[in-house]
């Protein structure tokens, strides 16, 4: 089964029994940044320095993608670009949603609604269906912990991971430093055509900027 990058990160923040979210802050941030390097790769947006663009409303096919397309273009009002840190930090809860409820489509993952304390209502995803989960962490760990060579896609994952910091969530069990050492060596790699690497670069420039500003706002 195909799944998008947004999907990806999602699955390796959640709990597999439980269903509960790791890292729930860094991992809503590289959620919203998958999203968009999925529409950068399709040809949809592109990202430049500081600024997106919305430059194709063409529907890809897949439901998540395509929804985010239409709320950039609403959100855009007209504009030829915006600020790429405005549209994260606008997108990042929703786009959890989003990508939790594309997920549950697909039959992936499964909501269970429980009431914390017999009062609060709690929503938690376990796994439905292992399979996807299970090549995702084999593709990571062929190209991180044995070397091989990446496709645009998985590198691209990977940066998205390197640059939220969630390499714990990816290898629970490795050597951070040579976890981390290597997905920095393929986030900085010659994998992928110059122009979507340097939306890579931005990306990871703009959710480092969202998180310094969340962090201090709950300083």
Known sequence: MA????????????????????????AAWAVA???????VLAGRVSVTGKFLALTDTT??????????????ESWMRGRAKRRVTE???RDQSKAVAATLQSLCARGVVVEEKHK????FPVRRYPEADGAVERELRERL????????EPDARTAGLVALIHSAKLHR???PDGDRKQVTARMAEVAAGQW???????????????????TVITLAGAS
């Open 3 to 26: 799944v998008n990058l947004a999907e990806e990160i999602m699955l390796l923040s959640l709990d597999d029994e439980s269903g509960s979210a790791k890292q729930r802050q860094a």
């Open 59 to 72: 529907p890809t096919g897949d439901e998540l993608l395509d929804g985010r397309t239409a709320l950039i």
């Open 141 to 148: 760990r062929s190209v991180v912990m044995d070397g091989a």
């Open 87 to 89: 549209w994260l930090t």
């Open 169 to 171: 969530l990816a290898f």
């Open 33 to 39: 940044g998958g999203i968009l390097l999925e529409l």
């Open 116 to 119: 914390a304390l017999g009062v």
């Open 192 to 210: 992928a055509g110059e122009s979507v690497r340097a939306a890579i670069r931005d990306m990871q420039a703009a959710m480092a900027a969202v």
